[in-house]
């Protein structure tokens, strides 16, 4: 059975839609517009980077996963490399991708008791897979957050 797998599922679903939808909602010209100016703020708190974080907190999973790949994306989702809302959003379908094509390795809820070598211990699948759904969330509560300062100015 799957139980646990679709409803871990529905979760990365849902992040998905709020990450679109706040993509869609932030006018382009304020995508990495940030309320602090630092140098590495774009990434940090800019509502662009805020998505592009929070999905590769999912990639950054599904590719240890299943390419024992740990790296951190952050060299491939930094703004200055996916500046537009197209390249985002283009970027979160990759990101879909990856997280759906990791699934389906997934044969039954058993499978997430499995110990994987993480990046610096071993965890479980589902350990792996909980931690990577806090993290992007965390990323896109902080997007959300940003938006709402953008909202306000206007």
Request: hydrophobic content about 45%.
């Amino acid at each position: 059975m799957r139980i646990l797998i679709e409803a871990l599922d529905l979760q990365f679903v849902d992040i998905n839609r709020r990450q679109r939808e706040l993509l869609d909602k932030t006018p382009k010209d304020k995508l990495f517009w940030t309320p602090i100016a630092t140098a590495d703020s774009l990434i940090l708190t800019s509502v662009g980077g805020a998505i592009l974080r929070s999905g590769a907190m999912i990639e950054q999973a599904f590719l240890g996963l299943t390419r024992r790949l740990w790296d951190d994306p952050f060299e491939w989702t930094l703004p200055e490399k996916l500046s537009t809302k197209d390249a985002v959003a283009e970027y979160l379908g990759e990101v879909v991708t990856v997280r759906t094509t990791g699934l389906t390795f997934l044969v039954s809820d058993a499978d997430l008791t499995r110990q994987v070598p993480a990046p610096e211990k071993l965890k479980t699948i589902l350990a792996v897979l909980v931690e990577s759904i806090a993290r992007s969330e965390n990323c896109l509560g902080r997007g959300e957050t940003v938006y709402r300062l953008i909202s306000d100015q206007h």
